[in-house]
């Protein structure tokens, strides 16, 4: 089983800086690939960022430049560093893990708020 639990969200100002953490917990479960979503009412939910094991990321284009995605291996946590924020990154951020095997798990979701 593979659990996922967010930290971090909250209310910041148009041009500031949040930090989102996940703590990944995979017991008897190797996970390929660490990642971050967003959604907001009616909406799909939004590919933001992922790394895989041998530490490659990805982003999304809405966010490229702005954010950035790292892990802590020690500590098996996922981290989302997010700058220059705008009202429309705000949103439900989730935390993502995919399997080796293919399935994907998430976390509770985390509100982020970029207002003034």
């Known amino acids: 089983q593979v659990q996922l639990v967010e930290s971090g969200g909250g209310l910041v100002q148009p041009g500031g800086s949040l930090t989102l953490s996940c703590a990944v917990s995979?017991?008897?479960?190797?996970?390929?690939?660490r990642g971050w979503y967003r959604q907001t009412p009616g909406n799909e939910r939004e590919f933001l960022a992922s790394?895989?094991?041998?530490?490659?990321?990805n982003y999304g284009n809405s966010v490229k430049g702005r954010f950035t995605i790292s892990r802590d291996i020690r500590k098996n946590t996922v981290t989302l560093q997010m700058n220059s924020l705008k009202p429309e990154d705000t949103a439900v951020y989730y935390c993502?893990?995919?399997?080796?095997?293919?399935?994907?798990?998430w976390g509770q979701g985390t509100q982020v708020t970029v207002s003034s």
């Open positions: 790394i895989i094991n041998n530490g490659l990321t």
């Open positions: 993502h893990a995919r399997a080796n095997f293919g399935a994907d798990y």
């Open positions: 995979a017991r008897g479960i190797s996970v390929a690939s």
